[in-house]
């Protein structure tokens, strides 16, 4: 089995700083893609940002130039650091993975975490 454990979210006023850790464990053998999706109250999952194994990233416009995204390759961890932070920043984040499993494994499959709650507000 596989799990996805994030670590990091709390409460923090407009312009602080919070950094989101997720560890991957389990029957790894190799991580293709790890991500960062975020869902407000009564609205759609979205991708923060994502980073290949090879260390190529994405963000999403609204996080551009604040967020960094980061990757261990051989801890199976992720981290996003998280600056200058908005309100409208406030989300649950999940922690995805697509990896696979063995060696012998054609096609990656998608873990997500439980989430970690973000709260903007002064």
């Known amino acids: 089995q596989v799990q996805l454990v994030e670590s990091g979210g709390g409460l923090v006023q407009p312009g602080g700083s919070l950094r989101l850790s997720c560890a991957a464990s389990?029957?790894?053998?190799?991580?293709?893609?790890m991500a960062w999706y975020r869902q407000a109250p009564g609205k759609g999952r979205e991708l923060v940002a994502d980073?290949?194994?090879?260390?190529?990233?994405n963000y999403c416009d609204s996080v551009k130039g604040r967020f960094t995204i980061s990757m261990n390759n051989a801890k199976n961890t992720m981290l996003l650091q998280m600056n200058s932070l908005k309100p409208e920043d406030t989300a649950v984040y999940y922690c995805?993975?697509?990896?696979?499993?063995?060696?012998?494994?054609?096609?990656?499959?998608?873990?997500w975490g439980q989430g970690t709650q973000v709260t903007v507000s002064s």
């Open positions: 995805n993975a697509e990896l696979f499993r063995a060696i012998s494994t054609m096609t990656p499959t998608s873990y």
């Open positions: 389990g029957s790894i053998w190799r991580i293709n893609t």
């Open positions: 980073i290949t194994s090879g260390g190529g990233t």
